[in-house]
């Protein structure tokens, strides 16, 4: 028996056999191992402080596009077209045009005037506009631009917002606009994700004692994972200096970090205590555990990563922020499996059973860490499902497209201060200035106006743009337009709006800021030819930009993960149909999440109990974001089970026993992993901003399907469809994979009967054998 008692030293007679370079590497000093990763919290701990203060909330535009344009221009020569602080002056019982009330106005507007890094005030009562006064004049706006980027834009608002909002004599005045909606929306992420982790972690180490029993077995996971949440933290932290960072990744940070951490943790732990269980020493349990788990943890986070790496091809940063933190997070989590996890079993050895808590709810502890029957009812639900195959293929795939019809009808559109609680001031602030400002700021459309200016061509080129369908004014440095004709002559105000050889337009829209019609008109817009160069800005043009490049780059991520994908599949199993199997199937297993998202965010159902703004939409990118992760977590509950189905098959040429081996080995296992990363997904979905609960609970209920239904159902009764064909490639592709391919067994790929292409190979007794474990009929170790 090799001598564990004294692990940083290489004991005497340890024999080499059965012992890879890799465990060796990672277990030759366990206590060294463990320090270092102990190092590496806590410089990442120091390192990743103040991440979030760091982060930006929006990241949605395509920096590229048109309408980006427009914004930056505008800014630079006309910072007040683009306020993004809004005071709300409400007057009471009183209107805005009584004395005492335009006075007090005009102070405020004439102090926030001169505040540092504050431009373009305007007011109602400096202009008289009446986009900047309420409907029933008890409300009216003081505009203005706060400079500087959104961390910059934020620290102004923390200074200057105390001295305005509230009470000022006969009007009180609320903040609001953009800069105050991001601001907000950072600070409730934030503290959401506080409440998430203090959610997740302790309902999560109760459910880890429930699968493993053992207190000390369930505290392994929990580590693993707190070692990635912080490492990536550091990573997202150093990416901030170069780059911007999408305050909702953290999200994904805590969600991956503990689900995957948990998945590859419960994986190699299984496998060692199979192992111990079997009467195996603990160091070459380790081995094995590595030769076999460790190898699908490795091509499990291969594919995630691949899944969350597709979303570098696009150029939002709110998009390409989750693809930092999953790839790191997943680098991280897996590297902690792979070196942190095997170095604590080689310390603890039999003690990883220590503290059964479950002996004080039955007498029998469970042999397998996952029930009193190891895998039994899972063996008889896969004979089920193979002797229906038919039926239940043809229902579960039926099923799962039913669920997914309502995307048909899906309405994009972008996100704005709906995502954050009904009671947010800055929420109330847009929402009043939607229902009571006709074409008020924020849903109206820009035209920048650049080149040779002659007056009489803009004048021309306005009163066109006003004659178009969906067009209620146009207001330019010509005057103001509506349906062609020039209704008001230009002022002090219209003058401002052309300088040093560029002028901007405003385009008011009849109907909502970003509905189908505001967009024609965009359209409609640039098509126009007014003889100079004209941007089209505003938001409706940002969905229409962005909704074109999701489109134009959408086909580039599916292909590198669909190839990816069928890559490293074919690499584990050496087949040609399981890729294909794979992917087709993963994909399936994401038609109830997308068909909940539109049937519960877009309509409205359940809005009462999830509480939640029903806005008629979904955000252009967060079904891109939710397929990429969904994808991804697919794919490792189905790397776990085909590694076990091609070790068996591999073992003994049977395709049906190796189908029910596999779900029998992993189905309690995948189940378990599937509830623990779901409840770490509803923690996630307990936020109070709408993006951010959708994801979590969606990817929650996709993660269920995936392993309740399709992991279950759909794919033992296709494997049963497909039969021994199951295994076939071509001669080329076998003899590829017998020099490169990888397999979770014992064997070196190529020499199990799968990947020489021997379909009648050994064969078992049939599919309802129970294998035995290795070892079997030996006593366990004590």
């Not at 007679?13 to 000093?29: D, H, L, P, Q």
């Not at 961390?151 to 903040?175: M, N, Q």
């Not at 880890?208 to 505290?219: E, K, Q, R, T």
């Not at 555990?289 to 899944?307: D, K």
Request: glycine residues 10%; hydrophobic residues 50%; charged residues 20%.
């Amino acid at each position: 028996m090799p001598d564990v008692s004294h692990p940083d030293g290489p004991p005497e007679g340890r024999a080499a056999s059965g012992i890879g370079g890799w465990t060796r590497a990672v277990t030759a000093r366990p206590r060294l191992t463990l320090l270092l990763a102990l190092l590496f919290t806590a410089l990442a701990v120091a390192a990743g402080r103040g991440v979030a203060d760091r982060m930006g909330s929006g990241g949605w535009e395509d920096p590229a596009s048109q309408s980006s344009y427009a914004a930056e221009a505008l800014e630079k020569h006309f910072p007040a077209s683009q306020p993004n602080l809004i005071l709300l002056v409400d007057s009471g019982r009183a209107t805005v045009d009584e004395p005492r009330v335009a006075a007090e106005a005009r102070a405020l507007a004439e102090r926030l005037s001169h505040e540092k890094s504050v431009t373009g005030v305007t007011s109602y009562w400096e202009t008289r506009s009446p986009a900047l006064r309420a409907a029933d004049r008890s409300e009216a706006m003081i505009a203005a631009r706060i400079q500087g980027d959104e961390g910059a834009a934020g620290d102004v608002l923390d200074r200057i917002a105390p001295e305005y909002r509230g009470t000022h004599g006969p009007v009180k005045v609320s903040i609001g606009g953009p800069v105050a909606v991001r601001h907000e929306l950072q600070t409730t992420i934030q503290e959401d994700l506080l409440r998430a982790e203090l959610i997740a972690l302790p309902v999560t180490l109760v459910l880890l004692v429930m699968v493993f029993g053992s207190a000390i077995a369930a505290l392994l996971p929990l580590g693993v994972g707190i070692v990635a949440i912080l490492g990536t933290n550091a990573v997202l932290r150093g990416l901030t200096e170069f780059t911007d960072v999408s305050v909702f990744a953290q999200n994904l940070t805590t969600a991956l970090g503990l689900g995957l951490a948990i998945d590859y943790a419960l994986f190699i732990v299984r496998r060692f205590r199979e192992e111990l269980s079997a009467g195996g020493d603990p160091l070459p349990a380790v081995a094995t555990t590595l030769r076999t788990a460790g190898r699908t943890v490795l091509f499990s986070a291969l594919t995630v990563a691949v899944s969350l790496a597709a979303m570098l091809v696009f150029p939002q940063y709110f998009l390409r922020s989750f693809a930092y933190a999953g790839i790191a997070v997943v680098v991280i989590a897996a590297a902690a499996a792979l070196i942190v996890l095997p170095a604590s079993l080689v310390l603890l050895g039999d003690r990883v059973n220590a503290l059964d808590l479950r002996r004080l709810l039955r007498r029998r502890a469970a042999t397998d860490g996952v029930g009193p029957a190891p895998g039994a009812g899972w063996g008889r639900a896969a004979r089920l499902v193979m002797r229906r195959a038919p039926l239940f293929a043809v229902a579960t795939a039926a099923g799962l497209v039913v669920l997914g019809l309502p995307f048909l009808r899906v309405e994009f559109g972008t996100a704005d201060d709906r995502q954050l609680p009904a009671g947010a001031e800055s929420h109330v602030v847009q929402q009043h200035i939607r229902e009571d400002f006709p074409g008020g700021p924020g849903g109206a459309i820009e035209i920048l106006a650049e080149g040779r200016l002659e007056r009489p061509r803009l004048a021309e080129y306005s009163s066109r743009v006003s004659a178009l369908p969906g067009v209620l004014r146009v207001d330019g440095p010509t005057g103001s337009y509506a349906a062609g004709e020039r209704v008001r002559e230009p002022g002090p105000a219209e003058a401002a709006r052309a300088a040093d050889g560029a002028a901007y337009v405003t385009v008011l829209p009849k109907g909502e800021a970003v509905d189908a019609a505001s967009q024609d008109l965009v359209r409609d817009i640039r098509a126009e030819s007014p003889g100079f160069r004209t941007s089209v800005g505003g938001t409706a043009a940002v969905l229409v930009d962005t909704k074109e490049s999701i489109a134009d780059r959408l086909p580039w991520a599916l292909g590198i993960i669909a190839v990816v994908t069928l890559l490293l599949v074919f690499l584990l199993t050496g087949s040609l149909l399981i890729p294909v199997q794979a992917v087709l199937l993963n994909a399936l297993s994401l038609t109830a999440m997308f068909g909940a998202v539109v049937w519960v965010f877009q309509d409205g159902h359940l809005s009462g109990p999830l509480d939640f703004t029903v806005t008629g939409e979904i955000e252009t990118t967060l079904p891109v974001l939710m397929f990429c992760v969904a994808f991804g977590l697919s794919m490792d509950y189905g790397v776990f089970l085909l590694s076990r189905i091609k070790e068996e098959y591999d073992r003994t040429g049977d395709h049906q026993a190796a189908v029910e081996f596999g779900l029998r080995r992993t189905g309690g296992l995948i189940t378990a992993a599937a509830l623990i990363l779901a409840v770490v997904m509803v923690a996630i979905g307990t936020s109070r901003v709408t993006n951010t609960k959708m994801l979590g609970l969606g990817i929650a209920l996709a993660v269920l399907m995936d392993a309740m239904v399709v992991r279950s159902l759909l794919v033992p009764s296709v494997m049963r469809l497909t039969g021994r064909a199951t295994w076939w490639a071509p001669g080329p592709l076998r003899r590829l994979h017998a020099r490169i391919g990888l397999s979770e067994g014992g064997e070196p790929a190529g020499q199990g009967p799968a990947a020489t292409g021997d379909m009648e190979g050994p064969r078992s007794s049939g599919a309802g054998e129970e294998r035995e474990p290795v070892g079997a009929g030996r006593p366990p170790r004590p």
